[in-house]
């Protein structure tokens, strides 16, 4: 197949840019309709992220056994012309009659001559360094902190899958997880530090920021919202100057939203630590408010003293 | 009977309690009169809560300085108070029992049975109502085939939401090879406006634990687990002290009964996240991971936790198996609708009179809920919609008011029976705002695996909210409709299936407002904050000042006794000021 001219000055080539499972597929029905393709791709080979994948959603079928017949397909298609390790630098034009500018990346190996035989990699000397978890000696905790991690640990005698109870334990002592605890606890339980990551972003009763003395949870649950709680909650922001989600400056309020205490009938209902606030209105927030702030004076004054 | 349930603990009830005993000390009655601090009375609006029996007294909305009156008055002389007592809205008479009370009179209880009447931190007065006797007598008297066959014929299905026959499950289950099969307890009961989980848990522990036990016993397992939310701490308390409770007499642990049968339950904590609320996720968290839902084209009858069979049902599910086992399978199906047998548990919230939790018989009307049970709506205002099936429900106009409560039917309109959340909306709940706030949750909540779910409701959510913001398009409403399919088809676990309900519910039954939104760019009900103005009505302003003085961005003007203004530049329209305006004299339009 030749690269046509047609009357209206459209030329019979596509040119397809990325040649993962899209562009393959893409590049065999255009090469199928009759249309010289160009596959371009910036890596030095075709397959994208899914050839580097083991399973793939939502069937869990082998990703390989998807992708390894496109593969063939596209290298032995005589109207698809790959383009790898490649760049698309400019383009000019419209559809179907456009000029590309492509800067392609020197491979140094004579991709006429190489048979890929992948002798050359075994026999290179230069080898990537893998990443190692840092060594259980090497974290340092202050007495304090680690009497407390271990008392939590203990508690769950070591067992991987009381993770996350272990993750509520420590929350709840520090009022959020802090860095250090999680890594010392990741080596104790031999877990990876990526796991218990996951795991402590994933599930929104954790936090990785301190948060203030006073935990100030609005109830953003249905029945809570139909009777106004965003209102309460913009009402609380207003009177702390912070956003939902954040913590004030002297570390005594944090302000989030909950979804549904299960008070509905006191709705609208917020929180303050365990101390619950319900049938509130916007009127009565700065005076809920001052209440904590003038207990909070009381206590620094009796600390002096 | 001092009601203890979460929404009158937060009413301040152990102060009443502790103003009783002062009292009853003084009057020397402590031998005479008990006091016994309850699960949840379920009306919850009404709390703090008190029940005099025998007579079953109602006493409501208590303070502590009507105390000794009424210790003086009712204990002392006999003579119930009449002031304290619960006056429907509409008479004047307060009506003195609780079984004539209209929200307790038309509800039948077989999952709350022991509400309001026993003391869930002691396992004797549960077991003086009955208690264990069903589990006693299928482990004693029935083998384990024959008490799934007495479920099925009952005809029992999942509480949790989807109506899954529940036998189904046990069976495919018991004969699943693998080795130990676990039963699990969903109570992550993570619906915004539901706390039925909660209020069985705190209320009545022992009944979930007797249906879990006969459940083991029929599937043949010998641990379970139950998987309590963490926002719900009174309810773990208390379900942890029943577990010892029920060790103590020999219910829990080796030989139960002194039979070979062996079964012991341990509690999980939640994390806060909604999704876990979906079997697969669930599991993934019972065993440590983040909660993300898996593939199912293996059930997890088969391969659940930790690989093994696995039985999980909903709190509610396990808390009605007693009652069956006990009067047999025939008086069960006797209550209910041709395909939904038995009772459901409601929370009936919202901007109805009567809040609070309430079971009632499958097939019972929605009219009969909201206007028998619940009186009708706050203010006498008019009906808008009233919402099922939590953030995946859909809301049901004025026109469907008639249709019995049932699986089936529920969902042929287009929400669904889910955990049994009841939100009433009224004319001031904006219906674009409401699709809106439950695709916000949602979109929250999405454990993002599913590219569909993750994106597509994120996409909804934006357009929805050009829409409250007076930027919606013509064709906003196709290109929902078009995302909602999409959304559907391709999420893997029901959060993502069901996630559209809200959306294409409203515009189904409430297109019109979608159409005042993006044409007329007016939200009639008065709420999105872009398309609404405040002003003050000079006729029944009297220049009192308050708004002024409350108003947080100085927008309100005026003299005293003076008539104000407000400088629409500085409004940030918050409504503090109709909010505080005794006169009813800020307008919104």
């Known amino acids: ?305 | 009977m001092v009601c203890a349930g979460t929404g009158c603990v937060s009413a301040k009830c152990f102060k009443i309690k502790e103003a009783l005993e002062r009292e009853l000390k003084k009057h020397d009655l402590c031998e005479e009169v008990q006091i016994v601090m309850t699960g949840c009375n379920g009306f919850c609006a009404q709390g703090p809560i008190m029940v005099v029996q025998p007579e079953g007294i109602f006493y409501n909305m208590l303070k502590e300085e009507d105390i000794p009156h009424l210790v003086a008055e009712h204990f002392l002389k006999g003579r119930p108070v009449k002031k304290l007592m619960f006056t429907p809205p509409q008479e004047k008479a307060p009506v003195p029992l609780m079984k004539d009370i209209g929200f307790f009179s038309k509800q039948s209880l077989l999952i709350l049975r022991n509400r309001g009447l026993i003391d869930p931190e002691n396992i004797d007065e549960y077991i003086a109502r009955n208690g264990y006797a069903a589990f006693s007598k299928a482990v004693t008297s029935m083998a384990p085939d024959e008490v799934i066959a007495e479920i099925r014929n009952s005809g029992l299905r999942g509480r949790g939401g989807a109506g899954f026959p529940t036998a189904k499950k046990w069976e495919h289950c018991r004969h699943a090879p693998g080795e130990p099969k676990y039963i699990i307890c969903n109570a992550d009961e993570g619906d915004p406006g539901c706390f039925q989980d909660r209020s069985i848990l705190e209320g009545d522990p022992h009944s979930v634990i007797e249906g879990m036990l006969i459940g083991a016993y029929a599937i043949g397992s010998r641990h379970g687990y139950i998987y309590v939310r963490n926002e719900y701490p009174l309810a773990i308390k208390r379900f942890s002290t029943a577990l010892s409770q029920a060790r103590q007499y020999g219910l829990l642990g080796d030989d139960v009964l002194g039979t070979k049968f062996s079964f012991d339950i341990s509690i999980s904590r939640g994390a806060g996240a909604f999704v876990c609320g979906e079997s697969s996720a669930l599991m993934a968290s019972i065993e440590g991971k983040i909660g993300e839902p898996r593939y199912k084209h293996i059930h997890a009858t088969e391969k659940g936790l930790w690989d093994k069979p696995t039985v999980l049902n909903n709190v509610k599910t396990w808390a009605s198996v007693p009652s069956i086992i006990r009067h047999g399978a025939e008086w069960f199906a006797k209550i209910g609708t041709e395909t939904s047998k038995g009772t459901m548990v409601f929370s009936l919230v919202g901007k109805i009179k009567n809040t609070g939790l309430i079971e009632v018989p499958m097939g019972i009307s929605l009219r009969e809920i909201i206007y028998d049970i619940g009186e009708g709506l706050i203010g006498d205002r008019k009906f808008k919609a009233v919402q099922t099936g939590g953030p995946s429900g859909g809301c049901l106009p004025e026109s469907c008011l008639d249709l019995p409560v049932d699986y089936e039917s529920l969902t042929e309109a287009g929400s669904m029976m889910g955990s049994g959340g009841m939100i009433v909306l009224d004319e001031d709940n904006c219906m674009v705002d409401v699709a809106r706030y439950f695709l916000d949750f949602l979109k929250g909540e999405s454990c993002g695996k599913c590219t569909a779910c993750r994106d597509g409701i994120e996409a909804m959510y934006e357009c929805l909210n050009d829409i409250c913001e007076g930027k919606g398009k013509e064709k906003d409403i196709e290109m929902l409709e078009e995302l909602a399919g999409a959304v559907k088809d391709a999420s893997l676990c029901g959060l993502g299936a069901s996630a559209p309900n809200p959306v294409l519910s409203t515009i189904r039954y409430f297109r019109d407002e979608y159409d005042a939104h993006i044409r007329d760019k007016k939200c009639p009900a008065g709420v999105c904050k872009a398309l609404i103005q405040y002003s003050i009505d000079a006729e029944k302003c009297t220049g009192c000042t308050l708004c002024a003085k409350k108003c947080p961005s100085e927008a309100i003007t005026g003299e005293r006794k003076a008539k104000h203004a407000i400088d629409l530049e500085k409004c940030i329209k918050c409504g503090v000021c109709r909010e505080v305006c005794k006169f009813k004299a800020v307008v919104v339009n």
């Open chain 1, 1 to 305: 197949m030749s690269e046509a001219k047609t009357n209206d000055g459209k030329i019979g080539a596509a040119l397809v840019v990325g040649g993962g499972i899209g562009g393959m597929q893409a590049a065999l029905d255009l090469a199928d309709s009759g249309i010289k393709v160009y596959l371009v791709d910036k890596e030095p080979s075709i397959g994208g992220v899914m050839a580097k994948l083991d399973k793939t959603f939502p069937t869990n079928d082998c990703a390989m056994c998807t992708m390894a017949p496109r593969l063939v397909e596209v290298g032995r298609n005589k109207d698809i012309e790959i383009i790898s390790l490649a760049d698309v630098e400019n383009l000019s034009g419209g559809p179907g009659n456009f000029t590309l500018t492509l800067r392609k990346k020197p491979r140094f190996v004579k991709e006429d001559k190489c048979t890929g035989c992948g002798t050359c990699v075994t026999n290179c000397p230069v080898r990537n360094e893998i990443y190692l978890d840092v060594k259980l000696d090497e974290i340092k905790l202050e007495d304090a902190d680690m009497s407390k991690t271990t008392a939590i640990l203990e508690r769950y005698k070591g067992r991987k899958e009381d993770l996350i109870a272990i993750l509520q334990d420590i929350n709840a002592e520090y009022r959020y997880l802090p860095e250090f605890v999680l890594k010392y606890m990741a080596r104790k339980l031999d877990v990876p530090y990526s796991q218990v990551y996951s795991i402590a972003t994933f599930y929104t009763a954790f936090s990785l920021v301190p948060k203030g003395k006073y935990k100030i949870s609005v109830c953003l649950g249905t029945a809570c919202h139909v009777r106004g709680a965003q209102r309460i909650m913009e009402s609380l922001e207003r009177e702390l100057d912070i956003k939902n989600g954040g913590t004030t400056k002297d570390m005594l309020f944090s302000l989030e939203s909950v979804r549904c205490i299960g008070c509905c009938g006191l709705a609208p209902v917020f929180a303050i630590n365990e101390e619950l606030y319900g049938k509130v209105s916007q009127g009565k927030v700065p005076q809920i408010i001052e209440k904590y702030r003038k207990a909070e004076v009381k206590d620094k004054a009796y600390a002096k003293t």
